[in-house]
């Protein structure tokens, strides 16, 4: 089953879930009606401002009000993934692989182990060391102690073993804006990006390039 990658740069969080959708409910069409199998799709993107809740995150977690919304030219919207609430924004990469899993011979929870595989080789390229952190999905610093903070988060959706949503990770990201939210449901663990650990601003096409590269070895795919 071939995958192809496609870039679809800053987008309106909105306009990006819908066409999203499109390809997940054509490839889960597929399925259903046991037509020929269509493409996998990896998906990168840049949103404006913007904080999504997943279908059984908590209200509570997002800790400003509609005017101090309106104020940081942010909105909320609320969607059919796992997971709580983040942020998305400027400086951020987020991918949206829409993939079948059956075809790649994967569990779910396989799945989002090799996402998580994807970013630590990909900070490991620039020598900042992320490991998983047991119960948490994501990418994590200093996963054991009381600095533990978040690089990249990870939310799924799937249906018949076909995947949408994905993960956000932070490169140039403006950190402030996860001050407006308990991020993933968290109150006691922080949130980071390569250019705060590395003291620079990063190349997103450069890491976007290595993403690539990452995705085509661990999930060995035929591009």
């Known amino acids: 089953m071939k ?3 496609t870039d679809w740069g800053l987008t309106p969080y909105r306009e990006a879930w819908e066409k999203q959708q499109h390809y997940f409910y054509a490839q889960v069409h597929r399925k259903q009606q046991k037509l020929t199998m269509g493409e996998n799709v990896i998906v990168f993107c840049e949103h404006p401002h913007v904080y999504t809740l997943g279908h059984s995150g908590k ?5 400003a009000n509609p005017a101090q919304l309106e104020k940081i030219h942010a909105e909320l919207v609320r969607i059919d993934r796992g ?4 942020y998305h924004g400027f400086g951020q990469i987020v991918c949206y692989p829409i993939l079948d899993l059956e075809a790649l011979n994967l569990s779910l929870r396989d799945y989002i182990h090799k996402l998580e ?3 630590i080789n990909v900070c490991a390229f620039y020598g900042v060391k992320t490991t998983r952190l047991d119960g948490c999905t994501g990418v994590w610093i200093d996963a054991k102690n009381a600095r533990a903070r978040k690089i990249c988060a990870i939310g799924v959706r799937s249906s018949r073993y076909i995947t949408m949503h994905g993960l956000a990770f932070n490169i140039n990201t403006d950190l402030k804006y996860f001050s407006f939210i308990n991020p993933c449901g968290f109150v006691d663990k ?3 990006s390569l250019q705060k650990e590395l003291k620079h601003k990063v190349s997103i096409k450069e890491v976007k390039k290595l993403m690539k590269q990452e995705f085509i070895k661990v999930f060995e795919l035929d591009v």
């Open 3 to 5: 995958t192809i990658f």
């Open 59 to 63: 209200e509570g977690n997002m800790l």
């Open 83 to 86: 997971g709580d609430i983040t």
């Open 117 to 119: 595989e994807v970013i």
């Open 190 to 192: 922080g949130v980071t």
